[in-house]
């Protein structure tokens, strides 16, 4: 690269930059668009619509309201990921949709039974939605033998009397399913069919079958609901989070480009402006794509500037060990970037996998999660393989061509990790065993085994009209505190409900002492009237079915990484060793929610899939340096513990310097953020700092063992 074609690039790189920087800040246009306070914000970050539905006629069943909750929350997902719906005393229903001032435009969907119709050819009605007991998505065989895809519907007692004279009446006919006003399926009826049950085949795939099922199983709401009130609500966390997120954000990013620069150099001077374009891309996209940002999204975005920054660190490393053998900065520069490529590749591989499997089969703040994560997984890429490389390239064009602006790789000395293997395994089963122990004892006191939030276990909430509309800054410095001191927990909700006195409060279930506490702290400190405060107790905002479908996307995207591990190393010991490891830090990880007693929320789900990100891609490095030194070392002459010492020593400062740049960012937002902000941020920073541990000292063990114990037959006859 000549030197004015380097000038040109570092010139439109910075322009990039800047424009992208102004963007976010100002926007463009009069409608500032691309602007960063367009962004979407959750509920936890900036409130949105709350609308209570009340069921018509007799009080349901626990069941019927279990199962209207459920698809609720599936149909309001096309509003926002991060809607939650929740039940409300007996017989209510709360839908809270972040984003959203006008409930006038939602109200008449959301509570309209029976949106899904079995129409005739004619448009005539056939059979509503709540006539279908369940769909469910199967897999049969057909008379030759070959795989079927088909939608099994089992009807109600009546829904089996309308569709056996439907079919009867529609033979070798269509009878087109339609849900709010489009047709989702047209199947051709075949013969008339009672009992009951009934098949709908012709799918080109078991996930078209699935997508048809779950929209029969949203359209059939088993209760009717009317709306009995609608609120403009704000942020549960209230102005001060996201104030202090965004300085813990800026401050954490501008001590992590110090740091690369004062470990790398001129490389690390690249990676900070490679960072810088990042952050800026990404929040340009955010408001691009309307995704909607809450707490558990930041995390996603933490966990790819983590990885962003892990991507540089060990090209770096590379190019370091490159001149340290000898080779030019140009040539050490291009070997450097390959060579990192195949760890940066699969470890952002293995992660976007999971972010893919999680944002099809999860729900709510786990479908978030997944969009942020995988968002920032590419772009993290993309700027580490082509925007560092090509700002490197072009620093070395206009002049800075000499060893001294990127360092030598300092001869290290081969540590043995693998002799105090089965020390850190001991460890590591230690702190499982304690994690386990402490959630027996306290379910033995019971406390339950996790000091579980209302988001999880349901609570109480408390409707209060103070005298005057407080701000947000008095409810967060003087309503919080004293609902704290009453709950003794820092897992409250607030929400300001717009142009009106009052303000909902959410806690943990409240005994009757602790209910007639609060009203009475409430009365002498705001002097409020009693009969303004109303106290209903509420439901889970993660239902069974979304704790379900979190676990199912967790244990898919689990084994989707494994065999894509095992297709890349082409040893399956690499891909167990690396999913026994990530089982281990999510169970440490557990072990500190369980002994710290430390509100487990709806920002667990995206602690622990952070935890798996992180964990996963840092095995990876390290995996990827054993199978690189496997090819030029011999395991007869050099032994296989040696190779397996000297990967992990190679890869040290890589391990060291990730966890650290990666804890900078979490801790700052840990010493600024709000109750909640450090509840979610201090798992973090454990898993951080245990991570570090365990891709060092437990990864490569687990590996050996596996290799050097489990021999095959064939292998012993050599």
């Not at 569709?163 to 269509?174: D, I, P, S, V």
């Not at 089982?583 to 440490?588: F, G, K, P, S, T």
Request: aromatic share 8%; glycine share 8%.
């Amino acid at each position: 690269m000549k030197k004015n074609k380097g000038i040109l690039i570092l010139v439109i790189t910075l322009f990039i930059i800047v424009g992208l920087g102004f963007t976010s800040a100002f926007g463009i246009g009069k409608t500032h668009t691309g602007a960063a306070k367009n962004i979407n914000l959750g509920l936890d970050l900036a409130g949105g619509v709350s609308i209570t539905y009340q069921a018509v006629g007799e009080t349901p069943t626990e069941e019927q309201m279990k199962d209207t909750v459920y698809k609720l929350q599936k149909r309001v997902e096309n509003y926002s990921t991060e809607s939650e719906v929740y039940q409300e005393g007996d017989d209510r229903i709360n839908v809270e949709i972040p984003g959203v001032s006008d409930a006038n435009t939602i109200l008449e969907e959301l509570g309209k039974p029976g949106s899904l119709q079995f129409q005739d050819t004619s448009g005539n009605v056939l059979l509503e939605g709540s006539d279908i007991a369940t769909a469910e998505a199967q897999i049969t065989q057909d008379n030759m033998k070959n795989k079927e895809y088909v939608v099994a519907l089992t009807l109600t007692d009546e829904g089996a009397t309308k569709f056996a004279e439907a079919t009867a009446a529609n033979l070798n006919q269509q009878i087109p399913i339609v849900f709010d006003g489009e047709v989702i399926s047209s199947p051709v009826v075949q013969t008339t069919i009672t009992g009951g049950q009934a098949s709908i085949t012709g799918m080109e795939s078991y996930e078209a079958a699935e997508t048809l099922a779950s929209t029969i199983r949203i359209g059939s709401l088993k209760v009717e609901l009317e709306e009995l009130r609608s609120n403009v609500v704000g942020a549960r966390l209230g102005q001060e989070a996201i104030k202090t997120s965004l300085t813990a954000g800026a401050i954490g990013l501008a001590l992590v480009i110090i740091f690369m620069c004062a470990v790398y150099w001129l490389p690390g001077l690249a990676s900070g402006i490679a960072l810088l374009f990042y952050i800026t891309l990404e929040l340009v996209i955010l408001n691009a794509f309307d995704i909607t940002l809450t707490l558990p999204g930041i995390a996603g975005i933490i966990l790819s500037i983590g990885m962003a920054v892990d991507a540089n660190v060990i090209i770096f490393a590379r190019v370091r060990e490159e001149l340290t053998a000898g080779k030019s900065v140009r040539t050490a520069i291009d070997v450097g970037f390959k060579k990192a490529m195949s760890a940066i590749i699969d470890g952002n591989i293995t992660t976007l996998i999971a972010a893919i499997v999680l944002g099809l089969k999860g729900t709510g703040t786990v479908k978030g999660f997944a969009q942020t994560l995988a968002m920032g997984v590419v772009l993290s890429m993309f700027t580490a393989l082509i925007i560092s490389k090509y700002i490197m390239r072009a620093l070395y064009a206009i002049g800075f061509q000499d060893v001294k602006y990127y360092g030598m790789q300092k001869e290290r000395k081969t540590i043995n990790f693998l002799s105090k293997k089965y020390l850190c395994m001991a460890i590591a089963v230690l702190v499982i065993i304690a994690g386990f122990g402490m959630m027996a004892l306290n379910q033995s006191q019971n406390k339950g085994t996790l000091n579980f939030s209302l988001e999880f276990i349901g609570g109480t909430s408390s409707n209060v009209t103070f005298n005057e509309e407080l701000s947000l800054e008095d409810i967060e410095q003087n309503v919080k505190p004293l609902v704290e001191s009453v709950t003794n927990d820092g897992a409250i909700q607030t929400q300001k409900v717009t142009g009106t006195n009052q303000v909902i409060i959410k806690t943990r279930e409240l005994n009757v002492e602790e209910r007639e506490s609060l009203n009475n702290k409430l009365i002498e400190k705001f002097g409020i009237d009693k009969s303004l405060i109303t106290v209903e107790s509420i439901s889970s905002t993660i239902s069974s079915e979304m704790k379900s479908d979190a676990l199912v996307a967790v244990i898919i995207s689990t084994i989707c990484m494994l065999i894509y591990i095992w297709f890349r190393f082409k040893d399956i010991r690499f891909a167990t060793s690396a999913v026994i490891a990530l089982i281990n830090d999510v169970l440490a990880v557990l072990a500190f929610y369980a002994i710290s007693r430390v509100s487990v929320g709806g920002t667990f789900i995206a602690c622990m899939l952070t935890i798996v990100g992180y964990s996963i891609n840092a095995t990876i490095v390290i995996f990827d340096r054993i199978r690189e030194n496997l090819t030029i070392m011999s395991e007869k002459k050099d032994g296989l513990e040696l190779i397996v010492n000297i990967s992990i020593t190679q890869t040290l400062t890589r391990s060291i310097y990730t966890s650290f740049t990666t804890f900078i960012t979490i801790f700052v937002l840990y010493i600024l953020g709000v109750t909640a902000i450090k509840e979610f941020a201090l798992p973090l920073i454990v898993g951080i700092v245990y991570g570090a541990f365990s891709s060092v000292c437990i990864t490569g063990a687990l590996w050996y063992l596996f290799k050097t114990k489990l021999v095959s037959k064939k292998n012993i006859r050599k």
